[in-house]
């Protein structure tokens, strides 16, 4: 039988919305209960996350923007490399620290995806968090050895969406 | 073409996790822009959502209470449909006043279930809202008919869950 003890290990996948929203809400839920968070961010870009990411630090969480714009819009890819290494390495350091009760890695599916960070490290890593820590991965296309590891997974799947009826992303919904 | 500048009507919906958790992203985004705005709670239980109810109204968004408790909870179904339809009576309000650049129906899809509130009269309401309204709604099995007037929805299909492996909802992540 599972302990109920320890953290979880939470992965939030699939095309559609909601997989950064639903772990900035899991946030806001633990930032009210006093745990201390920290989010890293694997994908950077100018203007999505500002809004949550201000409002977090507002809150008390700490907030690492890692990774290196999208990668499609990209013109040095060894820098993005670089920069999705690194921020996996800030990452690696907190989820071992055991400073944090909660750590949301988003958008980290991607650099997986591409083998930047190769998915054995970073099981051996979730398995050897310390046992109070729990972790949120999100973004498209999980690795299946991720989503076996994990307790929950929840892929959000695209029913409908505005960007399709050609409206485009809103400020203040979107980002 | 569809204009650009009205407000959207999105709905998570499905059996898995992070319908409502969403929502609160979404939310925490909404009041990072400075938008005013207020969540509806359908469905109300003693501990569900206190922390995010805490959070909401320290950064300003209006809370309102509905709804009387889990259906499956009820002793006295008449008070249980009564406390659902005067939620709704009071989002109505708040949706057709304008006051509000964001409006989260928590839970709604489940007194449309149950027929406590009728569809036709949710769709006339939506429909007939300020243009700059967005509302969100989240709750399983959404009417079809709220589907097909949504501009966004996403299905939160449960790949697998903490609570089948016998973990209990946690304090701090679940609730």
């Known amino acids: 039988m599972t ?3 320890r953290g979880l290990l939470i992965v939030n996948t699939g095309d559609g919305k909601g997989k950064s ?4 809400g899991v946030m806001l839920r633990a930032v009210a209960r006093d745990w201390r968070v920290a989010v890293i961010q694997f ?12 409002m ?4 008390g969480v700490d907030w690492v923007v890692g990774g290196d714009g999208f990668t499609w819009e990209s013109e040095d890819m060894e820098a993005t490399i670089v920069a ?6 800030r990452a690696r350091g907190m989820i071992l620290s055991g400073d944090y009760d909660l750590i949301i890695l988003d958008e980290a599916t991607y650099p997986v995806t591409f083998s930047w ?11 050897s968090r310390p046992s109070h820590v729990n972790v949120v991965i999100t973004g498209r296309d999980a690795d299946p050895a991720i989503v076996d590891l994990a307790d929950t997974v ?7 969406h505005a960007f ?8 203040g919904l979107d980002y």
């Open 3 to 5: 302990s109920t003890r």
């Open 43 to 54: 994908i950077k870009s100018d203007k999505w996350r500002t809004g949550e990411k201000d």
């Open 21 to 24: 929203s639903s772990a900035f």
């Open 164 to 171: 399709d009826e050609g409206i485009q992303a809103r400020r």
């Open 117 to 127: 960070i190769a998915v054995d490290e970073v099981l051996e890593v979730l398995r």
């Open 154 to 160: 929840t892929e959000m799947r695209k029913v409908k």
């Open 84 to 89: 999705a290494r690194d921020a996996w390495d």
């Open 56 to 59: 977090a630090v507002k809150l």
